[in-house]
């Protein structure tokens, strides 16, 4: 929605926000196409390891990004009392970072079961960094705003910086996704195929939601 004011025209997050949703809704469309239609499925164990590779993005994209995304949004979004919405945003983030930690360990398990070397792309730099600084953040959270609590003084300097931090991290996430799929494309040769097809309008959703997102915190919301 956008309301004149004077010669300026003001746009409220909430029309932001739903289209962050539904783009949300579209990765995860996109993932699950790829990963059962095109990858073959998903499995921990498997004796086709290409399944335990596709653990990997199916848990980043839908879980770490997805999650993320909706727990940065739910803090300013859902219509209830500050605790309520603490609480959400913090079982959102929680259920990112469990997704995303078991995402590096089925990267690793892929790599290790084939003898392949780990750590070695800018992708996988990008990736642990931000995994580890999420996990940083996520603890210095609950332990500042939720239990048991810093003082009023200490959480109004402590927030904008979780606020900034969650951003940076948030983005770093989207980074590291945009190189993974770009990694994977050249990898796999995919060229014109149906399959390229999907990865590449995966990796321009991703963006998009980002950007999204990022929107959503930023203009003012009208109630």
């Known amino acids: 929605m956008a309301s004149k004011s004077g010669s300026s025209f003001l746009i409220t997050a909430t029309p932001v926000t739903v289209i962050a949703h539904l783009l949300g809704i579209t990765i995860i469309t996109l993932v699950l196409v790829w990963v059962l239609h095109f990858r073959g499925g998903l499995a921990l164990e498997s004796h086709n390891k290409q399944k335990i590779f596709n653990m990997h993005p199916f848990l980043m994209l839908i879980g770490f990004i997805f999650f993320s995304g909706e727990a940065i949004m739910a803090y300013t979004t859902i219509p209830a009392t500050r605790k309520v919405k603490k ?7 929680l259920i990112a970072l469990l997704m995303g930690v078991l ?4 990267i690793f398990k892929f790599h290790n079961e084939l003898g392949m070397p780990n750590m070695y792309t800018l992708h996988s730099w990008l990736g642990m960094g931000t995994i580890c600084l999420f ?3 996520f603890l210095l959270g609950f332990f500042s705003f939720w239990f048991p609590g810093a003082e009023m003084p200490t959480r109004a300097i402590l927030a904008p910086w979780h606020y900034f931090g969650g951003m940076v991290i948030f983005l770093m996430s989207i980074c590291t996704a945009e190189t993974g799929l770009m990694e994977k494309f050249y990898y796999l040769r995919l060229l014109r195929s149906d399959e390229a097809y999907i990865v590449n309008f995966t990796g321009l959703v991703v963006l998009f939601f980002g950007i999204a997102v990022t929107l959503s915190i930023i203009l003012p919301r009208s109630y």
């Not at 609480?87 to 983030?93: A, D, G, N, T, V």
């Not at 995402?103 to 089925?106: K, P, R, S």
Request: proline share 0%; hydrophobic share 55%.
């Open 135 to 137: 996990g940083l953040q």
């Open 87 to 93: 609480f959400i945003h913090m079982m959102l983030h």
């Open 103 to 106: 995402g590096i360990y089925a």
